[in-house]
Structures are given as C-alpha cells and as structure tokens.
C-alpha cells in the first residue's frame, strides 16, 4: 500500500505561496490501477511527483507500506525511486542515438534484471509497435514514443508504476491498449499503479479513480 498521509503543499505563484494541496490523504493499494483526474491548477502532477519522490513533501508523510519515503533525504529518494518505481513522464524522456529495442536492454542493465529486455521487447509488440524495434525516436511519432516509454517503464516489472498523461498523444484505440496494459500490469504483478488522465479511456479502464477539484 502507498499512502499519502495529510499532505499540505504550496506553490509560489506570483512571489506569494498558493496552498494546492491541504490535509490531502489516499491510499493506492496493490493489485490497483488508479487514476487521479480532475481540472487543470488542482495538484495531479504534484501527487504523482510527491509519490515519485522527486518532491519532497512540505507536511505529511509518503508511505510505502512501512517505509517512510519523506522521512528520506534526496540521494535516499533516489535509491529507493530506481529499487521501486517505473515512472512514465508526459514528455517522453528518450535516448536520441538509442533505438526503441535498446531503450529495453538500456533499463535491463540498469535495473541489473537481464529478463527485463526480452519483455520489453515483447511489450513494444503488444502495444502496436511491431516493427519499430529498430526505429530510433526521431523515427518515431509522439504517440509512439509514448508507447516505447511504457514499454521501458513496465518492462522491470517494478512494483510501483506512475504515469503522467501516458495516452495524451494517442487515440483512442491505442489509449484503450494502454489502459488495458496499465491494468494487466497492476492485476498480475500486484503493483500499484497510479496515472494522472483527463482520458475517458484511462478513467474508465482504471479500478479506481480519485478526482480532484479546485
């Protein structure tokens, strides 16, 4: 179980701090695929940023099962982040010189898992991108690479998957087929998986859904 246990935080916004998120607490259970949904400005990056830890909480506490995630410092975030966490960003973070094949062996070696670039490559299949496995991204559409992002993510099998907008280039058929693997993910690894959608396809494919307002 993931929780985030009331959370206040604050952005500066024009020299002053704007309180976007006060007392906020959730729980993200394994086997659950959960998306976070709601208008623009109402903190659904910074819930997945927080639970990433690549932001540190300013009140409350990230808990991962019994580990206290914002009782860490920067390099122990990072330690447990790269053990723990797949993560999908809105814009893809890919490799110009790599190709979509070797961004799968590039996470196995990282990850020390060698199994990790066979299913990755197999992943790239199941998400429409038989062929691509050579292309590297300036070959490739947004939306594919997108999809070679999550091939990347899910490929370790990591216990917790966060995604940012995963289908925000795609229509509406490839956003089902990565739904549906969002969700395959969760049911057969126990992972917790959290994504930030406006995606009807997401919402609707996830088990559950936290929808936030101003």
Known sequence: MMQLAGIDHRLEDGGAARLLLSGFSAQFAPGCFTCIT???GTGKTTILSLLAGVVPAQAGRVLDGATDVSAMDERGRSAWRRARVGLVFQTCRLIDVLTAAEHMALVARLRKAPGAE???VALLAA???AG?????PGQLSGGEKQRVAL???LACRPPI???DEPTAALDRDNALMVAA???AHAEDTSAVVVAV???AAMIDGAHARVVLQK
């Not at 691509?132 to 590297?136: C, D, G, H, I, S």
Request: no cysteine.
């Open 132 to 136: 691509k496995e050579q292309a590297r």
């Open 151 to 153: 091939a990347q993510a």
């Open 118 to 120: 066979a299913r990755g």
């Open 197 to 199: 959608s406006h995606d």
């Open 127 to 129: 998400l429409g991108l």
């Open 181 to 183: 693997a969002l969700r």
């Open 38 to 40: 709601g208008p623009s």
């Open 161 to 163: 998957l966060l995604a």
